[in-house]
């Protein structure tokens, strides 16, 4: 764990195999800080990104993707400086956390489009396409019109735009956010999938726990500024020491909140007006994350989705920064 | 090449989306407005009068209008919709984008706007006309001792006047041909009075040549032209309508009618100086004295804003950052 706590990119790797390199990086909002002297190196292979809203994740990636400039500092990824930069974004693919498509379009429509643009031939095009989505399971579903997508369905469309150039690093914000238990798994999937055919990934998430068995690199950044940066298992024992406190919608609430309650480190369980969601305080979360899809194909209660309060993460940093 | 390619390709896309828009059916709406005009107009005594009118209509109101409701989207939309990213991660120039858009709105409105033109030319020319035949120049006169002195001279189907009792009559004078003369009942001053036909005026029922066309290019290039405007101000502002709107209607609309100098720095005036032909009587009504370039100069000026604009905005879009909310 020699790598918690620091705030400067770690010496012992090597500059020219990393994908992504930011020193001293700063991007502000007016008088908004959005990332304040940020120094990290990420290597090839899936790197999670972790820290709760407003940590400056979405900024960091924003950077990195060249959507925006730094304020100060400077980023460069695969060697190249990102803003506006073509021969980057050949290598790069991107995937914004915000959940918007051409409604009208469908998926393979919107897909083959992009990938026109680029300089693709209609054929080549097609292809990728059709084969970025079947990569993602819409097969079926794409020639449907994106507005008529679930936000599970919207959200693999997402990714399949982000890896169907077959780019070398893909950039994922948020990607497993708000989705059922289903989709992430199917998710968490095609990002193994893809680390396996030599993709580099950077995946951000709020939630450590979402990460986990996908990577052991994480990097934690707080109030825009890097917090820690190392193995998962070193960080979730850092995370673990505070009570955390997590919905569930269920269709079986009160099944459920009976089953839980029996786990260790549960301190209280309160179901919603809604009669859906069950709010649960544990100081145990990593076990509750563990235990929950078996409880919950053994009830058959029906999770459709699963979150974990952004306050309580944020009292955990703030724990982390003392 | 692949500049080239990638512009078409967008505006490919973006046309067939928004000829299937709400924003499409309004500006349609905008465009029929002078053509159905033209089109539903009965009681025309003079086509010329009617096109003249109709024109300006289409000029100041349906081309701007037209123009900056699509033009709004050129950017503004995409970075509204959150969609802009799609297009900025990718192998391609970022201009590419402003101009692809800008081609499909340019196309829709300029097409919309010759529709417009085109209506208001039929129209014009197949009013249902109030009456076909020559108008009559009618004089009411009265006899003094120096012969017979003219009240009124007019043009109407009726002719009112008053007998020797004071009571109103009147008589129906269309029917008459030059030279005839009706005598009426003597006034109420007790002197003799006549309707005497004086001239034949012929109804004017067709367009000077070549109306036709300077209206088509001068409603299209007009709406393409408030396009790119709108689509500039897309670049900066979330909301470039209403400052479009501001522009075409409050600061154009001063400009270009304030008489002076200030007129040649409205679109209007350029786009006026492609149709108006002051040595026509119609126009030359509704301008008076001023003047106008020639329509070379006119097209060629419009032409030099508008590369300057295409090339301000697609450097403006290669540079600025979008911060997109999530």
């Known amino acids: 764990m020699s790598e918690i706590l620091t705030d400067k990119p770690a010496e012992t790797s090597e500059p020219t195999s990393c994908v992504i390199e930011a020193r001293e990086l700063g991007r502000w909002y007016g008088e908004v800080v959005g990332l304040s002297d940020l120094s990290v190196i990420i290597q090839p292979g899936i790197t999670g990104l972790v820290g709760p809203n407003g940590s400056g994740k979405s900024t960091f990636m924003k950077l990195i993707v060249g959507e925006l400039k730094p304020s100060r500092g400077g980023v460069r990824v695969m060697g190249h400086k ?14 914004p956390q915000q959940d918007a498509l051409y409604d009208h379009l469908s998926a393979y429509a919107f897909l083959t489009h992009l990938l026109r643009i680029t300089g693709k031939s209609a054929r080549d095009s097609k292809l990728l396409a059709g084969k970025a989505l079947e990569r993602v399971g819409l097969t079926e579903a794409m020639h449907r019109k994106c507005g008529n997508y679930s936000k599970g369905m919207r959200q693999r469309v997402r990714i399949a735009q982000a890896i169907a150039h077959e780019p070398k690093l893909i950039i994922f914000d948020e ?26 990934l950077l995946v951000s998430s709020h939630v450590l726990h979402e990460l986990q068995g996908l990577t052991n690199r994480i990097v934690l950044i707080h109030r825009g500024r890097l917090l820690a940066q190392g193995g998962i298992s070193d960080i979730r024992r850092l995370l673990s020491k505070h009570p955390r406190r997590i919905s569930i919608a269920s269709d079986a609430p009160v099944d459920l ?50 979150d974990s309060d952004d306050e309580d993460l944020e009292a955990v940093f703030d724990y982390l920064v003392g | 090449m692949a500049f080239i390619k990638a512009t078409l390709l967008i505006a490919a896309l973006q046309t067939g989306v928004l000829i299937k828009s709400i924003r499409f059916v309004i500006c349609l709406l905008v465009a029929l407005v002078p053509a159905g005009i033209s089109l539903a ?35 503004a939309e995409e970075v509204e919709g959150r969609t802009i990213t799609f297009f900025f991660t990718r192998p391609i120039h970022r201009s590419a984008l402003f101009m692809g858009r800008w081609i499909a709105v340019a196309l829709v409105s300029s097409l919309l706007m010759a529709g417009s033109a085109a209506g208001i030319v039929y129209g014009s020319s197949h009013a ?88 088509i290019l001068a409603a299209s290039l007009g709406a393409a032209f408030y396009t790119l405007i709108t689509a500039g101000l897309s670049i900066f502002y979330k909301r470039p309508m209403i400052l479009g709107l501001a522009y075409a209607f409050a600061v154009e609309g001063l400009l270009a009618n304030l008489p002076g100098s200030t007129q040649v720095l409205s679109v209007q005036y350029h786009l006026r100086s492609l149709l108006v032909d002051m040595e026509n009587p119609a126009w030359k009504r509704v301008f008076d004295d001023a003047e106008f370039l020639e329509p070379g100069q006119a097209l060629l000026r419009l032409a030099v804003f508008a ?20």
Request: charged letters at 20%; proline letters at 6%; glycine letters at 8%.
């Open chain 1, 257 to 306: 909140a009976v089953e839980l309650l029996r786990l260790p480190g549960m301190r209280a369980t309160r179901i919603a007006e809604d009669n859906r969601t069950l709010t649960v305080e544990t100081q145990n979360a990593e076990q509750l994350f563990d235990e929950l899809p078996a409880i919950a194909t053994r009830l058959q209660a029906g999770i459709t989705s699963l």
């Open chain 1, 82 to 95: 990102p803003f506006a930069n073509r021969t980057l974004y050949r290598e790069l693919g991107f995937c």
């Open chain 1, 175 to 200: 990607p497993l956010s708000g989705l059922d238990p289903i989709a992430r798994h199917q998710i968490r999937t095609i990002f193994n999938e893809l680390a396996s055919a030599g993709c580099s």
């Open chain 2, 41 to 75: 107009a009965g009681g025309v005594t003079d086509a010329e009068k009617l096109a003249v009118g109709l024109s300006m209509m289409a000029l100041q109101f349906a081309a701007p209008l037209v123009g900056l409701i699509l033009g709004s989207v050129v950017i």
């Open chain 2, 128 to 215: 249902t006309f109030q009456d076909t035949q020559p108008q009559i120049q009618w004089e009411l006169q009265t006899e003094r001792a120096t012969g017979w002195k003219t009240k009124i001279s007019q043009t109407s189907k009726n002719a009112w006047y008053k007998d020797e009792e004071g009571r109103s009559r009147r008589e129906r004078v269309s029917w008459m041909q030059p030279g005839d003369v009706i005598d009426l009942p003597a006034n109420p001053q007790g002197r003799p009075q006549r309707i005497r036909a004086v001239k034949s005026i012929p109804r004017d029922m067709d367009l000077p040549a070549g109306f036709a066309g300077l209206l």
């Open chain 2, 307 to 326: 590369i300057v604009l295409l090339g301000g905005c697609s450097w403006a879009v290669a540079r600025k950052q979008f911060v997109l909310t999530s």
